[in-house]
């Protein structure tokens, strides 16, 4: 079935991979040696995808490369198949605006379906993109039908998020999910057995899923056999072990030598006198190039052109609709039906976003979610709509469980599916859980809205352990993260809109628990100053104030009480209402000192949160009252009220500024 082209263009795989790392100084050749074999199988002979159009068919296959540190298998891969990376990018593997990063990165390298590389993360977000494509295929079973592919190592197996989101595949009976693993007993320090002992069949079967195992890594006809039967499976996702030798035939393979190091110039001719590699550096043999086109290139470039027909033949409603999900078009009319407030509003912010979640939800039918196991208190549920479960792919209301991990980057996963508007509930607090997979929204631009209730130490009774206190600060470093912490229900509304008209940043909802008056200052609808991210809420009377108080959340509300009891004293402040510093830092300076004069500079700032990152606004002369501590379990108004968040002690502390 497999001949002497096959393993030409397996060596192949090894070779550019040994090439490009020895070039670069850097990198990792263990996996590519190893894994090849697997790899060539999959893509040449199953993989459907069509490098000339790229990631712009959405019903291809995706593969995800868990072990992101073995890069440079995967630019091997796509340039032998045709996509946008040549011989040259190899050569540049790892080196400054190079499109071949040392760990793989979407929208930057052609083909790259996913920014892999903090282990176990790849597993979780192919999950979301296997779910991703059960719920289309539930509306549209013709335009929607492909199978998700994942190559992970042990270190992908031992990080929890693994097992967290794999626990949940299981449970769905997400059949189109198959993860072949490069089972090599081989990790960064040593042998895995120092650390990693565990029947990963065993575990892999309670889990639900299919495990098959692979005796030899190199038996082509074996892998062959496995993945068409893990094609074949009805209702489990499949696991394929395949015991492989990590660096195969390099001088130290078998050894973590060989995990994370260039293999030497000695170590290259070992290696190539093994494979009987009679061709120069980074060389390509025609005939290698000519199967890949022959296999990989010709099914997916035919597989394309059939479903192209199949959509130019289908109702033209039901095309118009499958647009508008793949390509996030949002409804004409989708504001003007979001909920309106007035003065007598004074309920949690939490509320409101779940009055505004069943409203989306109507009117966006690709808007979907849920929530770690806390939906009855994010307010995350859709109550019009069912549940999405392995009878029901079409629902809409996902139960993630205690997987906050998990959740987060399941979430990534379908949204690099694309065809989906999705969030994600839990605790603020428990942000801590799920940081590492913001982190990875955030780089891979990926417009994920996550609602995040309880943000403050108001939570109250249950303490310490559930008060967010240096998260709010934490967050706003990242990069690329827009976090909105609305006063009241208008402004919650605005952070909706604005989270579902991002196209290109994940959005942080932070919610209270607790009820909050709507303010005069959003009656109006206030979309244009929350999307600046600051503005003045509530002017002094003077053209030039005394002095500014900034505040943001269920703190706005205590300013504006605290404003009023200062203007008795004669003292003429403004309050600001700084909902997304993100945003606010995106103005220009006029705007910017338009709202915080510089030339004010009494000025308090009031958040339930760590001071980090306040004093920017605060400057030189102004106060902070904030929290620099863990919080305390007691009835919540009260653990506000003694770390200073009244209007008395505001008061108080402004008058203090000299």
Not at 208 to 231: F, M, P, S, T, V
Not at 584 to 607: G, L, M
Request: hydrophobic letters at 35%; proline letters at 4%; glycine letters at 8%.
């Amino acid at each position: 079935m497999f001949d002497k082209i096959d393993d030409l263009s397996i060596n192949t795989i090894r070779t550019l991979s040994m090439d490009m790392i020895q070039k670069a100084n850097s990198g990792h050749p263990g996996l590519p040696l190893g894994a090849a074999p697997m790899a060539y199988v999959l893509w040449s002979k199953y993989l459907n995808v069509n490098p000339k159009t790229s990631t712009h068919w959405i019903n291809r296959d995706r593969f995800v490369l868990s072990a992101g540190h073995g890069s440079a298998l995967l630019y091997s891969l796509l340039h032998l198949s045709g996509y946008k990376v040549s011989i040259d990018d190899l050569k540049q593997f790892r080196q400054w605006n190079s499109i071949t990063p040392g760990h793989p990165e979407v929208n930057h390298t052609d083909g790259v379906e996913a920014t892999t590389g903090p282990l176990g993360q790849g597993i979780a977000m192919a999950v979301g993109m296997a779910m991703a494509e059960t719920h289309l295929s539930a509306k549209y079973k013709s335009l929607i039908n492909h199978h998700t592919y994942v190559i992970c190592g042990d270190g992908d197996l031992m990080e929890g998020v693994s097992q967290e989101a794999s626990s949940l595949a299981g449970h769905l009976k997400l059949n189109k999910l198959i993860v072949m693993y490069d089972s090599n007993d081989i990790s960064l320090d040593g042998p895995t057995n120092k650390a990693f002992t565990e029947d990963v069949k065993g575990r892999y079967e309670a889990y639900g899923w299919q495990h098959i195992l692979i005796k030899d890594g190199n038996d082509l006809d074996a892998i062959d056999e496995a993945i068409a039967l893990a094609r074949a499976s009805k209702d489990k996702p499949t696991i394929i072990e395949v015991k492989t030798v990590i660096g195969f035939g390099s001088e130290h393979a078998g050894t973590n030598k060989v995990h994370g190091a260039p293999l030497g110039a000695e170590g290259i001719k070992f290696a190539k006198k093994n494979y009987k590699w009679e061709f120069e550096d980074f060389e390509v043999p025609n005939e290698v190039y000519d199967r890949f086109n022959e296999t990989l290139g010709k099914r997916g470039s035919t597989l394309e052109a059939e479903w192209n027909n199949t959509l130019n033949n289908m109702d033209d409603e039901i095309v118009k609709s499958f647009n508008n999900a793949i390509n996030g078009v949002l409804p004409e009319d989708w504001t003007s039906r979001l909920p309106n407030y007035d003065i007598d509003n004074n309920q949690a912010t939490r509320v409101t976003s779940k009055e505004i979640i069943q409203t989306l939800s109507n009117v966006i039918p690709y808007f979907w979610g849920g929530s770690a196991d806390l939906s009855s208190s994010n307010n995350t549920m859709v109550t019009n709509e069912t549940d999405y479960s392995p009878v029901n792919y079409g629902g809409r209301n996902i139960w993630f469980g205690v997987r906050e991990f998990a959740m987060a980057s399941m979430l990534n996963g379908i949204a690099l599916h694309k065809g989906s508007k999705v969030y994600g509930g839990t605790f603020f607090v428990f942000t801590d859980y799920l940081r590492p997979a913001v982190r990875l929204s955030a780089l891979q631009k990926l417009p994920v809205t996550y609602v995040l209730t309880h943000d403050s130490v108001a939570v109250g009774e249950d303490g310490p352990t559930h008060e967010p206190v240096e998260h709010l600060s934490a967050f706003r470093s990242m990069p690329n993260l827009n976090m909105i912490r609305p006063c009241d229900a208008n402004e919650t509304k605005s952070a909706w809109q604005i989270a579902i008209e991002s196209e290109e940043t994940p959005t942080m909802l932070v919610l209270s628990r607790q009820n909050l008056p709507v303010l005069d200052g959003t009656l109006d609808n206030n979309i244009d100053q929350v999307r600046k991210g600051g503005y003045i809420i509530s002017k002094a009377q003077k053209e030039i104030p005394d002095g500014l108080l900034i505040a943001t959340g269920s703190e706005v509300h205590l300013a504006v009480l605290a404003q009023e009891k200062l203007r008795k004293q004669s003292i003429d402040v403004s309050v600001i209402s700084l909902p997304s510093m993100y945003m606010f830092e995106q103005q220009d300076c006029d705007y910017k000192s338009s709202v915080i004069p510089p030339s004010v500079e009494n000025r308090i700032t009031i958040e339930a949160g760590s001071s980090f990152g306040w004093d920017r606004y605060a400057g030189p002369k102004g106060k902070m009252i904030s929290i620099e501590d863990f919080g305390y379990s007691a009835p919540g108004n009260l653990v506000l009220e003694k770390l200073g968040f009244t209007v008395d002690n505001i008061v108080n502390e402004y008058l203090k500024l000299k």
